[in-house]
């Protein structure tokens, strides 16, 4: 099937600009000897899970258990969790889910660890924890929180501690990892996501940090510093790096109501708002710019186009955040040089719990 016989608005990822945001990240974490565990937050597809770990991914990232269950049942065998799992039908979820694979969870609380520890001990499982360090989010606030906190959990039954992670990554990993190390307590795992992608980065910090495994996602369809268009600061029809979005929405224009203006068949429940306006990158219009949305129109200010699009024509728009826009869809749908190649569900869409 030709791309421009889709229904719209149809999700696409081109799979060219897909498999080489993989294939470029997975060939810089070998040539600098780091493990990657992609974040499945922006990709929420487990057909693209599995085409990581082929890659040499060490396994995954999972923001929400739901999510981690889903990835599960696909047949993944390595998750992180790195969110505070609270509440007794979460912590029953958990257990479950750590006799299906090897599990990992963060805590930033000794409640936490303390009730993740007791339903271990009913259900008859270890679980394996790290301790995340405060960056802004969630975490322990100091290096030595982080060493009080780990001397805890040595103690509580049913729990096996791993080490740390850190969100984002600098200088403080690296004096919690020497601090626990300094104190006998065995560090395996360092988790973190420092500014190391490999376009323009300047000399990643994780030799000196001790930091063992990269933990983003945000590269595969097209996000994150370097890996999601930019726009000038002084001039909002001027973008960067678009040619490494590979997620995409393909949209109808329905009307042109004035000349400087056309309305395409997607809106917020499309796109989200988020980081607007304007709102994504027109790759048949470069110039055009989506000012504003309503729940199901994009407004596009089409003043600068040389040439402007027609009532029934079929445009390419690639959002701003992939990773909220994702969320709001059934179906990814990959395509190569014009042409349909495949169809995935979206199964991890929704998993908020």
Not at 6 to 16: A, F, G, K, R
Not at 55 to 62: D, Q, Y
Not at 263 to 279: L, N, V
């Amino acid at each position: 099937m030709d791309i421009y016989d889709l229904d719209t608005p149809s999700l696409i990822v081109d799979l060219d600009l897909m498999e080489r945001n993989i294939k470029e990240m997975a060939d810089w974490c070998r040539a600098h000897n780091i493990n990657l565990r992609p974040h499945m937050k922006p990709i929420k597809v487990p057909a693209i899970a599995h085409m990581l770990l082929e890659a040499g991914a060490k396994g995954i990232c999972c923001q929400k258990l739901g999510e981690a269950e889903v990835m599960a049942q696909a047949g993944i065998k390595d998750i992180l969790i790195p969110y505070p799992i609270v509440g007794k039908q979460k912590l029953e979820r958990l257990t479950r889910l750590a006799k299906q694979c090897k599990l990992t969870v963060a805590v930033d609380s000794e409640y936490v660890a303390k009730e993740i520890s007791k339903q271990a001990v009913k259900d008859g499982c270890t679980i394996r924890v790290i301790v995340e360090l405060f960056m802004g989010r969630t975490g322990v606030p100091t290096p030595k929180g982080v060493l009080k906190l780990a001397k805890k959990i040595l103690k509580m039954p049913g729990l096996s501690f791993e080490g740390i992670m850190s969100y984002p990554t600098d200088e403080k990993t690296g004096e919690t990892v020497k601090l626990l190390k300094d104190n006998g307590i065995p560090v395996n795992m360092v988790s973190g996501r420092p500014d190391i992608y490999p376009l323009g980065s300047k000399e990643p910090l994780y030799h000196q940090i001790g930091l063992t495994e990269i933990r983003t996602g945000i590269y595969v369809l097209g996000a994150g510093k370097y890996y999601r268009f930019r726009r000038d600061k002084d001039d909002p029809r001027k973008v960067y790096y678009a040619d490494r979005s590979a997620l995409r929405v393909l949209c109808t224009v329905v009307s042109r109501p004035i000349p400087n203006m056309a309305i395409i068949d997607g809106g917020i429940k499309t796109f989200s708002s988020y980081a607007g306006p304007p709102y994504g990158y027109f790759v048949d219009y470069p110039k055009a710019l989506m000012e504003r949305m309503s729940v199901e129109h994009g407004h596009v200010d089409i003043s600068e186009c040389a040439e402007k699009p027609r009532i029934g024509e079929k445009v390419t728009v690639v959002p701003n955040h992939p990773g909220i826009c994702i969320n709001l869809h059934d179906t990814l749908i990959g395509v190569r040089k014009g042409r349909v190649e495949t169809i995935w569900p979206i199964l991890a869409r929704g998993k908020v719990q």
